[in-house]
């Protein structure tokens, strides 16, 4: 997207300063009153207001990892696989992959074009105020922008070795949901977020929201992708397509509620971590709609329809507060869940129980609780942190993040895991990947030494 197309994406009748210098086609003019726009607007809100930056009380060394990204130092490692770095020289190469032999990844290309590091600096210059840190942001910004243009396919398609992963659907709704805003309002007011900085952000806003629009997935990635298109068109309204932007958002999760969560709360995937991810971008949905009035843009009864999903985590907690993790999952912590849980539903006591682990609220009535449609069963001899507790899993082979588990069973009691799920790995070809997700790795039955193989 050009300069001149970014304004014929504005609704200019919003924007009297900007529609005068476009008539007039004097486009340094018109960025530089768009950008005094970004800068000078009070709404929409944000998870945090750039006015609220603290008095800076920290020097740049206390954050060696945003100067070591300042450098174009990154060094990425996953679930529990080898660390690696690469030190880029004059500019990044977005498609760049250091991984190596078995442990070769694609989540490095991922974490790369994700633009984690824009945290990183952001907040060191939060709390800094040393502008080398912006300067950083935005010399990455820039050079993001020119160099890796909108595909006219997916983006999800990239083949061995790895490709740069820039366009992936899931990568570009991160950069969207999280970590473009973020590093905005953290970095407005700093005299190196420019105006052509503000002008190639918003260029490649509305590129990455079209380019969601135009290609949904499903699963996490699904919901994660609908974040990132409703934040878009929540935080920038200047754009004439941003309310079809939050609708087809809107639209797209609640249909998940539908064909991807089942009856008992469980997300389709059966994988904890993901599960109440996905949960949790339904509260952000929920709390971003809230504070920017557009609550009204909701279906009125998707608070009601997100209960079964609260009530999937109090079912098979551990005695600790934990959910066992199962396929592509570590355990889980529940506990803050379960509180934001009681929180939209202030009736159920349970949730608060094992939300504040027994001091509050009112201990659910059942002990054992079968799941038949995520095929969850967790036994119980109580609801206390000593309790006797197991659970076995003998529900349908998931989607997406799926191990060879049928029957498998985890056990907690005494106030510790005992027998425990082989939780996840980086996503690559080593032997401890094809571990944590075969039958061997598991505590379940092996028939003349050979594993399941569903997939």
Known sequence: MTDGELFTALDLDTLPEVKTAVAAADIPAAKAAFATHIRQRRSPQWLFATRDRPAPTRQAEDFPEALARERREFTFGFHGAPDFTAQFGDAIDWAANPTKGEFKTHLWNECLNRHFHFDELSKAYWETGDDRFVRAIARD???????????????NNVQWPYGSYAWQTLTTAIRLEASWPNAMYRCLESREFTDDLIAAMMRSVCDQARHLIKWPTRNNWLTEECMGLYTAGMLFPEFTEAARWRRTAI????????????????E????AGYGFWVLRNFINLLERARVNGLEHELPADLIERLE????????VSMPDGRVPGLNDSANVDVTDLLRTGHELFPQRADFLYVASRGEQGTAP????????????????TGWDGSALYMLVDSGPYGSAHQHEDRLHFVLHAYGRQLILDPGNYSYDASRQRQYVLTTPGHNTVMVDGMGQHRR
Do not use: C
């Not at 639209?251 to 008992?264: A, F, M, W």
């Not at 009535?365 to 119980?380: D, K, V």
């Open 308 to 315: 079964s999903m609260f009530e999937y985590p109090l079912s």
């Open 268 to 271: 389709i995937e059966l994988a």
């Open 365 to 380: 009535e059942e002990t054992s609780i079968g799941l038949p449609w995520s095929g969850h069963y967790a036994m119980r």
């Open 141 to 155: 910004w820039i050079d993001w922008v020119e160099h890796n243009p909108r595909p006219e396919d997916s983006g």
């Open 251 to 266: 639209e797209r999760l609640y249909g998940q509620l539908t064909d991807e969560v089942y009856p008992d709360g469980a």
